[in-house]
């Protein structure tokens, strides 16, 4: 690829409702740039995008995938660099970088769906993230029941007036570009009204010329557009048929010639200052993705924001403070490797082999100390347990989980110390079905997977004395140890929570130690259903000890003991942790959302409108929302989305412990046997 300058470099996400078609337009895209021979097509498993067996098998994309090509326009050449993002929301993680790494969006809307959750939602991210040059592509124009104007109404409707179509179908065989008419069909003449009215607020001068004759010239309209569009004020619909290919040139060409190159959408360091798009200034840039290759191993996306990369440089990761040699870059174009040699501002670049370098990380060359402001991902609402199916499994199961971790800043994976059970947590249920699927085939882990036991904790109300004789007489040395405790609620701020009162040497001082461990062993596993004890103060007061037969064993297994019989008596509850959570709705649902709060224990805290779409805060027992990410999505129909964090432990209702408590009776009882 010969350089092309930064001003003619165009670098965009795709984005839109799952289905909408992204992934047909990639693939018209790369077969009218000669990415590829033939037109790809998600529907037979051909496209150039979809290309991993998850993707093909689920029909979805799952992991945002860059192209790159030259498209000569006149006497122009101009370079465009595309991302195919996922719509289902789930892959959030992947859309976000994928919004972080581009100039530009095109949401894509489908003429019969029309605007959809997952069109809005796409549309907010842009405008969470400071990316507000956003053009709609409306697909899906040869279905039955396909109506253009009423999608180009649907878009204005939701996103407002300033979403002008510049692209239209006069038939399924023919897309023009509304500007180049000298006259346009009946149905369309009012589009060019909404063209020009757009393009006369974009100033003062165009704004007179369009009341004073009615009309502006295509010239004009264009130069308005162009302005409007650089801003971000006007959003341009274009019209398209990636299976057929038709109104993709219209597209590409309108693409070069309004919307922003890379600099126009501000590139912000962590301190928030701009970094300018410059060729030759040091070099910066910033891994989106991170991908692990079967063969390759880990592939690192880089999106550069100034200079210029090539391979056999040394750069500095700022995040980490470490040196990476670059020992190559290349396009991964379907199941093809394209070296590539030079990488400019708005390129994108896979880069093989980094050791220490994870998504979000800056890499500079000489001459720049700069750390980019890091892309925030949300944090996991669906949580699972895991379990190794064999021996093998388990111990491949941590290096397998690491790279998993590398790829995926939105899977987390926890060891619960109460539950002793190893979590994976993530977006949703396909998120985690699809790590547990690439678990198997990056790193041959097979894993079981597990509604997550919940991780209560036990404590006291009360206050309560325990005492525990340990004595035993088997022949040989004895054991014996005697310990007497009190125990009341450990007061907020006491880090102190055992100590020891004895007097007169009852117990020896070297025999402490012994009953600390005990009563350390006892917290581990309470006395009502063994869950680990916590906010307990425990004192000991008194214990006799024998000269012979008296150790630390001893007195750990009195302590612990002791510790036992103390809480019995002290009013102990069971605690389980409790969730934050904020539901984002359209207000539609709000009713049904709030109606199924009691059903999970759940309390309304407040409510924020934002336009049509609100937000619920609402507190909640973890054990009530393990599915809860699967029954808002069919309460809302998809249009619902959440976040939840940890706030505090509070009592398990008395009904309700009982349950928990028979239970882990039961367990304990068949651990016995
Ligand atoms: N008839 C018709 N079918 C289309 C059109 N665009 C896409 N499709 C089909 O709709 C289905 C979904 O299209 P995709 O391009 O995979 O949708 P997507 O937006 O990438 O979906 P996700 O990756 O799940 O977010 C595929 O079978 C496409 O062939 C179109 O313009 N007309
Ligand atoms: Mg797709």
């Not at 037969?549 to 102990?572: C, H, N, Y």
Request: include cysteine.
């Amino acid at each position: 690829m010969s350089v092309v300058p930064v001003a003619n470099v165009r670098n965009f996400v795709i984005l839109g409702h799952s289905g909408s078609g992204k992934t047909a337009l990639t693939d018209a895209f790369a077969f009218r740039l000669g990415l590829n021979d033939r037109l790809g097509l998600t529907s037979n498993g051909s496209s150039i995008s979809d290309t991993t067996d998850e993707e093909k098998s689920r029909r979805i994309t799952i992991f945002a995938s860059t192209f790159s090509k030259n498209y000569t326009l006149g006497d122009q050449e101009y370079k465009l660099t595309f991302t195919d993002a996922p719509g289902f929301r789930d892959f959030y993680g992947q859309i976000l970088g994928a919004v972080h790494a581009a100039d530009f969006a095109l949401i894509t809307v489908d003429a019969t769906a029309r605007v959809q959750v997952g069109t809005r939602r796409a549309w907010h991210i842009c405008k969470e993230n400071d990316l507000s040059s956003i053009a709609f592509v409306i697909t899906g124009l040869d279905k039955e029941n396909a109506d253009f104007e009423k999608t180009v109404a649907a878009i204005r409707d939701n996103f407002g007036v300033s979403c002008v179509p510049v692209t239209a179908p006069v038939s399924k065989e023919e897309v023009i570009n509304i500007m180049d008419q000298a006259e346009l069909p009946p149905n369309l003449a009012n589009i060019h009204t909404s063209l020009a009215e757009s393009a006369a607020e974009t100033s003062e001068e165009l704004m007179n010329k369009y009341f004073e004759e009615g009309t502006l010239e295509p010239a004009e309209i264009r130069a308005g557009l162009l302005k409007g569009i650089q801003a971000g004020e006007i959003h341009p619909i274009y019209a398209a048929f990636p299976l057929s290919g038709v109104g993709i040139d219209p597209l590409l060409q309108s693409i070069c010639r309004l919307l922003p190159a890379p600099g126009h959408r501000p590139q912000k360091d962590s301190e928030g200052n701009v970094i300018l798009a410059d060729p030759n200034g040091p070099f910066i840039g910033q891994v989106w993705r991170t991908a692990i290759d079967i063969f390759m191993g880990q592939l690192s996306f880089v999106r550069v924001v100034s200079g210029t990369l090539k391979p056999g440089m040394t750069v500095l990761n700022t995040t980490t403070d470490t040196k990476e040699s670059i020992p190559a870059m290349m396009l991964l174009i379907g199941k093809k490797q394209i070296p590539v040699e030079s990488a400019g501002p708005g390129d994108i670049v896979a880069i093989p082999k980094l050791k220490k370098t994870k998504t979000n990380h800056t890499l500079v060359g000489d001459g720049s100390a700069t750390r980019m402001a890091e892309i925030q991902f949300p944090p996991p609402v669906t949580f699972v347990a895991i379990k190794a199916k064999t021996q093998n499994d388990e111990d491949k199961m941590s290096d397998g989980i690491h790279r998993l971790l590398n790829e995926d800043p939105t899977i987390q994976y926890e060891k619960q110390i109460e539950t002793k059970e190893v979590l994976l947590k993530g977006l949703g249920d396909v998120h985690i079905d699809v790590a547990v699927a690439l678990l198997k085939q990056q790193s041959n882990v097979n894993v079981n997977t597990f509604t997550p036991k919940v991780p209560y904790h036990e404590t006291i109300t009360g206050k309560g004395e325990g005492h525990h004789k340990h004595k035993k007489q088997s022949g040989g040395r004895g054991q014996f140890g005697e310990v007497y405790i009190r125990i009341e609620p450990l007061l907020e701020g006491d880090d102190e929570y055992f100590c020891n009162e004895t007097v007169g040497g009852s117990i020896p001082g070297s025999f402490i130690p012994g009953v600390k461990k005990g009563i350390d062993e006892g917290m581990l596993a309470g006395a009502l259903a063994g869950y680990p004890v916590k906010n307990v103060k425990v004192r000991l007061y008194d214990g006799s000890y024998h000269d012979v037969d008296s150790s630390e064993v001893a007195f750990k297994i009195a302590g612990s003991r002791a510790l036992k019989a103390a809480m019995l008596v002290a009013k102990p509850v069971l605690l389980e942790p409790i969730m934050r959570l904020k539901i984002t709705s359209p207000e539609a649902f709000m009713g049904a959302i709030s109606g199924d709060m009691p059903n999970k224990r759940g309390r309304l805290l407040g409510l924020e409108v934002n336009g049509d779409i609100q937000t619920i805060t609402a507190e909640a027992p973890l054990a009530e929302l393990f599915k809860y990410s699967a029954e808002l999505r069919s309460i809302t129909g998809g249009q619902g989305s959440f976040v939840m964090d940890f706030i505090r432990y509070d009592i398990v209702p008395a009904n309700i412990a009982q349950k928990i408590i028979a239970e882990a009776d039961k367990h304990r009882k068949s651990d016995e046997d």
